[in-house]
Every structure is written in C-alpha cells, then in structure tokens.
C-alpha cells in the first residue's frame, strides 16, 4: 500500500494550441491549477510535427510568457515527438534551451518502427538529450519497448539531470499522461 501524496504540481498538459480535442487556454488551465491548490504547472504543448500542432515560433515566443499565473508557477515546455530510433525530435537545440522544460513521447502515426529493439533505442536516445527532461506514456502499448534494456542505473546524462524522472517509473505506472 502507497502512502497518498497530495499533489503539487501536473507538468504534462496541453492547451488549445496542441491543436487536438484540448480546448483549454493556458489561461484556463492556470486557473483550474489554482482552484486545485497546485503550486506549479507545466504547459507541454505538443511539437510541430504533430497535425495541428503550434509551430517551431509558438515555442519560441514562450519565453516572454508571464511565469506565474493566478499565484501558480508556470513552467512553459513542449512534448516532443520522438520521431525515429536514433531519438529525433521536432525541434532544435536553439529553441529547446529557451523553453524551461521538455518532455518527450513516442506518438502515433509519428514513428513509423514496430520493433521494441527501436523503440527501446528511441527512448534511450532521447532521455539522453540535454534538453529532454521527461519521457511520456511509455507503457503505451502500441509501441512496447523492452524495460529489460534500459540499463540501471541510467547514464549520469540522462533526463537532463532532472530528479524527478525515471524512465523505469515511467513504465511502472501511468503517471503524467491523462491526455495523450
Ligand atoms: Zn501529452
Ligand atoms: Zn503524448
């Protein structure tokens, strides 16, 4: 039996601007944050390569967004597309150190690969990006990867030093993705 944390922060979400069935502004989403006595909220949009998604200019006007919005810290980020099993994502170095975070996910129709010995690589290229902190619904069974090859401990560089993520935690439990 886990003890039950209260929850303090959700740094997975997506306003209207990922382009899909979302239809929150980040507006909305700050204030339902705050009705919900969170402290810190993350906006992950999704990339560019995603239909309907922002461009590679939305995520760079990001950094003049306010940071603290109805008294929650904002931290503004992306959901990359994980795009082939060497790690591509859909956007550049240059406009990855601008944002505060990145999260990154395998999505469908996205990556065209079936095997779990490239999805497994996909994922181990991408949480050793300096720029990747968070890895996404990787339980999702459409595209099952082989935990057994994650090695443990993962490289020092993985997940761009973060604390708070763990690639084997991720596929223990669902626990950032409510909309994918
Ligand atoms: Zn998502
Ligand atoms: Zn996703």
């Known amino acids: 039996m886990y003890p039950v944390l209260p929850i303090l922060a959700d740094l997975h979400t997506h306003s209207i601007s990922s382009g899909h069935h979302t239809t929150d502004t980040i507006t909305d989403l700050a204030r339902a944050a705050a ?59 240059d406009i990855l150190s601008t944002l505060d975070f990145a999260a990154a996910g395998i999505h469908f129709p996205y990556f065209s690969k079936k095997s779990s010995v490239a999805i497994t690589s996909a994922y181990l290229h991408a949480i050793q990006h300096p ?34 993520t763990d690639i084997r935690f991720c596929w223990a439990a669902t626990v950032t993705d409510a909309i994918r």
Do not use: K, Q, W
């Not at 810290?73 to 990359?80: A, D, H, K, P």
């Not at 968070?134 to 401990?153: K, V």
């Open 35 to 93: 009705e919900r006595g969170l402290s810190l909220l993350g906006i992950t949009d999704h990339g560019p390569a995603m239909a309907g998604a922002p461009s590679p200019a939305y995520f760079r006007s990001l950094s003049s967004a306010p940071s603290t919005r109805f008294g929650v810290s904002i931290l503004y980020g992306v959901e990359l597309n994980i795009l082939d099993e060497t790690g591509s994502l859909d956007l550049p170095d």
């Open 131 to 164: 720029f990747v902190h968070i890895i996404t619904h990787c339980d999702d069974p459409r595209f099952p990867a082989d935990i057994a090859a994650i090695p443990d401990p993962l490289p020092e560089n993985c997940c761009a030093g973060a604390p708070f």
